[in-house]
């Protein structure tokens, strides 16, 4: 049994109840070491196995093997599992080796949404929701997707916005969205939202990249209504027309 | 005191447990009928203020009017109170009055994501979220958004699909992402995700329109690489190439 568990932010307070009882009740948690950390006060007498970024293949295949051998497996994924979280290549991976081990999903409040809320309410309206990390995506497509965004005057989030490997897409993003959106357009940026050391900022799409940046920040970038007022980031839904 | 509280599909197992506090501990639950039923375990000495569709601004004034009189108030709202919820409301309401009422909110997990979790790992790439909801929004800026959705190859999303007022919505959303999409894509469908009456279907582009889809329903539309195997709709996020 493996049961693919969504942690959000991290700690307890913005987990549900069905995931904390997963892991709770597992035999075994994996998942990436730093999703284990922050989870810690949940683990008591369950055996843990850990592994580092880009190890995601053998971090399922040996929750896998962990199944096989009738232990109850907690994979554990920040956010939600299920939005660039493991819970796609887990499951291929139980698909591929066509086992009959169950898998159930507990879904989770990914990272735009608890920066969102943390912001106002930026996403009250139609939105993508767009990957800069170019690991396992060609960056054509990235750029293809975010001439989308614009032409579609959506709300943008953009996850994993900025690594060393890559400073400059940020900028890039930046670039290709004010082609289609006014310069002052609000973005809001949110580093370890509703982590201990959460970092809020307010700016424009304009400035957006004179903020600091890294693979923990969520990037939300208003559409043509988008307005701040104290100190809150708002995009009308309209029932004010 | 307003807290914004996100209550997912509704039972206490997807809600976070900060969620369930601020709605045990508030002296009064405001919200839209359905809500507030669905949360009924969690009600006991709290006083209850409910009203209809198309009331949202009576709703969020009750709610600050309340506050206002000193009253810890739980707005609660299905999914997560940010994405197509009452939190971008209320929280005008209370910007425009220049109330020093504080509001707090509290992210939940909205319907896409109960429903991916139910149908496999369908948004686990770069994704839309679009309503077909006209009420609020003009029918030539949602049919631009489907246009670029499609042109993304954007897995999509699609909130409110159809209503007694605008059946033919979701044919018209098939119609444009068929321009860009191949008519076989994988379509999934889940009515009342994660509620008891819970139904789900997985079926194509192309034949989407044969399903039964109300406003309960939540239709994610898969990209070019989204597959159905053992009856898991899955989108790649690339780690086997």
Redo the contacts between chains.
């Keep these: 049994m493996i049961n693919i568990v969504?942690t959000?932010p991290g700690q307890?307070?913005?987990?549900?109840?069905?995931a904390?009882e997963a892991i709770k009740q597992s035999d075994v948690i994996v998942g990436y070491k730093k999703y284990i950390e922050l989870i810690t006060p949940l683990i008591h007498e369950q055996e843990v196995f850990y592994n580092g970024m880009k190890k995601?293949?053998d971090r399922c295949k040996k929750a896998l093997a962990f199944a096989k051998a009738g232990k109850t497996v907690a994979m554990v994924s920040g956010g939600?599992?299920?939005?660039?979280?493991i819970?796609?290549?887990?499951?291929?991976i139980v698909?591929e080796e066509q086992s009959d081990i169950e898998v159930r999903?507990?879904?989770?409040?990914?990272s735009a949404?608890?920066a969102?809320?943390?912001l106002?309410?930026?996403?009250?309206?139609?939105?993508?929701?767009?990957?800069l990390s170019d690991l396992?995506?060609d960056i054509e497509?990235i750029k293809?997707?975010l001439?989308?965004?614009g032409?579609?005057?959506?709300i943008t989030c953009i996850y994993n916005p900025k690594s060393k490997g890559r400073p400059h897409y940020i900028s890039m993003a930046r670039d290709i969205l004010l082609e289609y959106k006014d310069s002052q357009t609000p973005v809001g940026i949110v580093k370890n939202a509703?982590r201990d050391n959460q970092e809020v900022y307010i700016t424009t799409l304009q400035d957006m990249c004179d903020v600091p940046i890294d693979m923990s920040s969520m990037v939300i970038v208003g559409n043509g209504d988008t307005y701040v007022?104290?100190g809150?980031m708002?995009?009308?839904?309209?029932?004010?027309?």
Tied chains: 1, 2.
Excluded: W
Excluded at 12 to 18: K, L
Excluded at 80 to 85: R, V
Excluded at 105 to 110: F, H, Q, V
């Design positions: 969504s959000g307890q307070d913005c987990m549900s109840y069905e904390v995601e293949v939600d599992a299920g939005i660039y979280g819970g796609g290549i887990m499951q291929e698909l999903c507990y879904p989770g409040i990914t949404h608890a969102a809320a943390v106002g309410a930026p996403i009250v309206h139609d939105s993508v929701y767009i990957s396992l995506t497509v293809k997707r001439h989308a965004a032409m579609g005057d959506f509703r007022k104290n809150k708002i995009t009308p839904r309209g029932y004010r027309r």
